[in-house]
């Protein structure tokens, strides 16, 4: 090959790489990753790094300090519908319901409240149906992909 190609050639590996790295960075969660989107917008209101703990049983997320004050901080109510991801791939969905609504959803819903009526902002507990937690059979909380996560992570607890 001629000194050209070469150049051409590292060149239009550079750029390939270069897409390859944008493309990577503009999907919400790398691999592995763990998080709750805001249907309506996309946000991110829980990010892997956000998470001190899981609790399986209760299926609380217990949150890191820095975490439950920057959603403190936002100054307004979670509302509306929201995703968790899991290595890019859609694990649950739900709504998340604020702790004044007067409206109730069925057992067959999955609801966060937040901030609980019993805590701090440091608990984001996954339940299913409002006011109460009502789980039905099968339970869409027990997917064994969550917990694997938590575990392989050493965040889970029980």
């Given amino acids: 090959m001629d000194r050209w190609?070469?150049?051409?050639?590292?060149?239009?590996?550079i750029a390939a790489l270069?897409?390859?790295?944008?493309?990577?960075?503009s999907t919400p969660f790398a691999v592995g990753a763990f998080g709750i989107v805001l249907t309506r917008d996309g946000t991110?209101?829980?990010?892997?790094?956000?998470i001190a703990s899981y609790n399986a049983t209760s299926h609380a997320l217990i949150?890191?300090?820095?975490?439950?004050?920057?959603i403190r901080g936002m100054k307004?109510?979670?509302e509306g519908p929201f995703t968790i991801?899991?290595?890019?791939?859609?694990?649950?969905s739900g709504v998340f319901v604020p702790p004044i609504m007067s409206r109730s959803y069925p057992s067959s819903q999955v609801v966060i409240t937040y901030p609980t009526f019993d805590s701090n902002y440091r608990v984001m507990k996954i339940q299913m149906g409002y006011p109460w937690d009502e789980p039905v059979s099968p339970d869409p909380r027990d997917d064994p992909r969550i917990t694997q996560y938590?575990?392989?992570?050493?965040?889970?607890?029980h």
């Fill in 5 to 13: 190609s070469i150049l051409a050639a590292f060149f239009g590996l």
């Fill in 18 to 25: 270069s897409l390859w790295l944008v493309i990577s960075l």
């Fill in 44 to 50: 991110t209101v829980v990010k892997n790094a956000d």
């Fill in 63 to 70: 949150l890191t300090s820095d975490s439950s004050e920057r």
């Fill in 76 to 78: 307004a109510y979670l």
């Fill in 85 to 92: 991801f899991l290595s890019g791939e859609e694990v649950l």
């Fill in 150 to 157: 938590f575990k392989a992570t050493g965040r889970l607890i």
